[in-house]
């Protein structure tokens, strides 16, 4: 009998020998050496993982723990805070920031009036407070937290138990469809091996939402940090980091102004005009328990 692959998303069993798979390098510095296999449902078309590592090892590199509050920051979070705003969010809601890392959008929010705003993170011992898992908050926010569950469907019927009836659930995760795995070194900053476990497909996240009886309000095709203020877009933070070793950590230090100015028609390019040409890796979800 053919050996299959069970799609932990949609339950499909995919023949191992027919699945779409391709080997992929980190783009965090410390494992940039490293090779990781990625393999697509060809059912639901997601992506995962393949096989078993140390996270906890790769996490104690991440580079993202370096992050620092600044003005670029601030400008990012800004256009976040907007989106959830179209939605309702007011001074007087509770939010829970599901996953906020170092709690840094927590402190912007609160900055800005956002009294109630509380973050949760299970890796983060200042944040891990269970006592922030034992009530329902009108906006729950989880951006960049999906993909790197184990469970995600698990996940989401934890967020659907923590926002109230009518309250928002707003997801920032891949977009599995948006993917070529026949260049996978293209999508090295999207795949983000292997801290992303499994990438939805927009087909498997609607249906997953269906099962937890959400509703689709908004969807923003590109993530927060794509913004129109110069070189503060997606296209621009690729070129950036591809002019070093093409890892995240490049874009966590110092801006290495001399490298821009080496490559300044298409430093200047990107910089100014990159968010029009996104490739939408990245989408928001925001929806509306009922």
Same mark, same amino acid.
């Given at each position: 009998?053919?050996? /299959?692959?069970?799609?932990?998303? &949609?339950?499909?069993?995919?023949?191992?020998?027919?699945?779409?798979?391709?080997?992929?390098?980190?783009?965090? /510095?410390?494992?940039?050496?490293?090779?990781?296999?990625?393999?697509? &449902?060809?059912? @639901? /078309?997601?992506?995962?993982?393949?096989?078993?590592?140390?996270?906890?090892?790769?996490?104690?590199?991440?580079?993202?723990?370096?992050?620092?509050?600044?003005?670029?920051?601030?400008?990012?979070?800004?256009?976040?805070?907007?989106?959830?705003?179209?939605?309702?969010?007011?001074?007087?809601?509770?939010?829970?920031?599901?996953? @906020?890392?170092?709690?840094?959008? $927590?402190?912007?929010?609160?900055?800005?009036?956002?009294?109630?705003?509380?973050?949760?993170?299970?890796?983060?011992?200042?944040?891990?407070?269970?006592?922030?898992?034992?009530?329902?908050?009108?906006?729950?926010?989880?951006?960049?937290?999906?993909?790197?569950?184990?469970?995600?469907?698990?996940?989401?019927?934890?967020?659907?138990?923590?926002?109230?009836?009518?309250?928002?659930?707003?997801?920032?995760?891949?977009?599995?469809?948006?993917?070529? !795995?026949?260049?996978?070194?293209?999508?090295?900053?999207?795949?983000?091996?292997?801290?992303?476990?499994?990438?939805?497909?927009?087909?498997?996240?609607?249906?997953?939402?269906?099962?937890?009886?959400?509703?689709?309000? /908004?969807?923003?095709?590109?993530?927060?940090?794509?913004?129109? $203020?110069?070189?503060?877009?997606?296209?621009?933070?690729?070129?950036?980091?591809?002019?070093?070793?093409?890892?995240?950590?490049? !874009?966590?230090?110092?801006?290495?102004?001399?490298?821009?100015?080496?490559?300044?028609?298409?430093?200047?390019?990107?910089?100014?005009?990159?968010?029009?040409?996104?490739?939408?890796?990245?989408?928001?979800?925001?929806?509306?328990?009922?």
């Amino acid at each position: 009998m053919m050996e /299959r692959q069970l799609c932990p998303l &949609c339950g499909a069993h995919c023949p191992t020998g027919a699945v779409e798979s391709a080997r992929v390098r980190s783009n965090v /510095r410390a494992f940039r050496e490293s090779e990781y296999r990625v393999w697509r &449902c060809s059912s @639901c /078309r997601s992506i995962h993982a393949a096989g078993n590592v140390d996270l906890a090892a790769h996490y104690a590199a991440y580079p993202f723990h370096l992050l620092s509050r600044d003005v670029r920051l601030s400008i990012v979070y800004g256009k976040l805070l907007r989106r959830l705003r179209r939605s309702g969010l007011h001074r007087d809601s509770t939010i829970l920031d599901y996953g @906020c890392g170092s709690g840094a959008f $927590v402190e912007f929010l609160r900055d800005r009036g956002f009294a109630a705003a509380v973050g949760y993170d299970e890796y983060n011992e200042d944040m891990a407070k269970p006592v922030r898992l034992r009530t329902r908050y009108d906006f729950v926010v989880a951006q960049d937290v999906l993909e790197h569950a184990e469970a995600p469907l698990e996940l989401m019927q934890r967020l659907n138990e923590l926002v109230r009836p009518g309250g928002i659930i707003a997801l920032g995760t891949p977009d599995a469809d948006s993917i070529d !795995l026949a260049r996978p070194s293209d999508f090295i900053h999207t795949l983000h091996a292997p801290y992303h476990r499994h990438i939805f497909s927009r087909f498997a996240l609607e249906l997953a939402a269906t099962a937890q009886r959400w509703t689709l309000e /908004r969807r923003y095709s590109t993530m927060y940090t794509n913004t129109f $203020v110069p070189f503060l877009n997606e296209t621009f933070y690729r070129f950036y980091a591809g002019l070093f070793d093409d890892t995240l950590d490049a !874009l966590f230090g110092p801006v290495d102004v001399r490298a821009l100015l080496r490559h300044l028609p298409r430093a200047l390019w990107t910089g100014l005009f990159g968010a029009f040409s996104s490739r939408q890796t990245d989408p928001m979800f925001v929806f509306r328990r009922s």
